[in-house]
């Protein structure tokens, strides 16, 4: 299995809604990210978790709320977004240590209205 | 600062056309370099990678050479494919604990 599977594959929401993000993989890789997509830009990094412990928070606003529950699962916890937040959400993971060779998943693609 | 450049998209080719995307890097050390790939509807896939000056990292056709006297880490494919068309991102790693820094990437069409 060299897959990351994310769900669910879209998501609308209201500014008031709370939502969660879920990614998986069973690789059995120890390091895990959030990245956002914008249309035609390159991924920007969110979060990175190393040994299921936070180790990179690329100061992203809190109504962005990050979860390792264990090594196998990634959750991202959304709460009061605003529209600028609509965008392609993506999960990847590498084997051991940070930045080594990252596989993506497809993505999450989110709407805020 | 470090920073990766890319030639501006998008770039249509016909089909069999001899494909190069240049990128070149700014960086205060020896970077690790990579070429990520995204299809449509997808997420990025590493398409290959170099790890230190003169390497050539090659996979399913595409190329691509560290050259340290440049600064470049251009793709080449000598005969692309419908299934090609996709962004293609040039990154770099400083050093391993380094988020990645990507390029703004590079849109490929391929008409058959």
Same mark, same amino acid.
């Given at each position: 299995?060299?897959?990351?599977?994310?769900?669910?594959?879209?998501?609308?929401?209201?500014?008031?809604?709370?939502?969660?993000?879920?990614?998986?993989?069973?690789?059995?890789?120890?390091?895990?990210?959030?990245?956002?997509?914008?249309?035609?830009?390159?991924?920007?990094?969110?979060?990175?978790?190393?040994?299921?412990?936070? =180790?990179?928070? #690329?100061?992203?606003?809190?109504? !962005?709320?990050?979860?390792?529950?264990?090594? *196998?699962? %990634?959750?991202?916890?959304?709460?009061?977004?605003?529209?600028?937040?609509?965008?392609?959400?993506?999960?990847?993971? =590498?084997?051991? #240590?940070?930045?080594?060779?990252? !596989?993506?998943?497809?993505?999450?693609?989110? *709407?805020? %209205? | 600062?470090?920073?990766v450049?890319q030639?501006?998209?998008?770039?249509?080719?016909?089909?069999?056309?001899?494909?190069?995307?240049?990128c070149?890097?700014?960086?205060?050390?020896?970077?690790?370099?990579?070429w990520?790939?995204?299809?449509?509807?997808?997420?990025?896939?590493?398409?290959?990678?170099?790890?230190?000056?003169?390497?050539?990292?090659?996979?399913?056709?595409?190329?691509?050479?560290?050259?340290?006297?440049?600064?470049?880490?251009?793709?080449?494919?000598?005969?692309?494919?419908?299934?090609?068309?996709?962004?293609?991102f040039c990154a770099?790693?400083?050093?391993?604990?380094?988020?990645?820094?990507?390029g703004?990437?590079?849109?490929?069409?391929?008409?058959?």
């Amino acid at each position: 299995d060299t897959e990351v599977t994310q769900t669910p594959k879209h998501l609308v929401m209201g500014m008031t809604n709370k939502k969660s993000l879920k990614c998986e993989q069973h690789m059995g890789h120890r390091a895990m990210y959030w990245y956002k997509q914008k249309a035609k830009k390159p991924p920007e990094l969110m979060f990175v978790y190393s040994y299921e412990k936070l =180790s990179i928070n #690329e100061s992203v606003p809190s109504r !962005f709320s990050p979860e390792c529950p264990n090594s *196998s699962l %990634l959750n991202l916890h959304l709460h009061a977004l605003q529209p600028e937040d609509s965008a392609l959400y993506l999960c990847a993971s =590498s084997r051991g #240590e940070v930045n080594e060779k990252l !596989f993506f998943g497809s993505g999450t693609q989110l *709407s805020v %209205l | 600062g470090n920073s990766v450049t890319q030639m501006e998209g998008p770039v249509t080719l016909s089909e069999e056309a001899f494909l190069t995307i240049n990128c070149t890097y700014t960086a205060t050390g020896y970077p690790s370099l990579f070429w990520y790939v995204q299809y449509p509807g997808e997420g990025l896939q590493l398409l290959l990678k170099a790890t230190k000056a003169d390497d050539k990292g090659s996979n399913k056709g595409f190329e691509a050479t560290y050259r340290k006297e440049t600064t470049s880490f251009h793709l080449e494919k000598g005969s692309v494919q419908v299934s090609d068309s996709a962004v293609y991102f040039c990154a770099l790693v400083l050093n391993r604990d380094d988020k990645i820094i990507f390029g703004k990437g590079t849109r490929l069409h391929i008409l058959p």
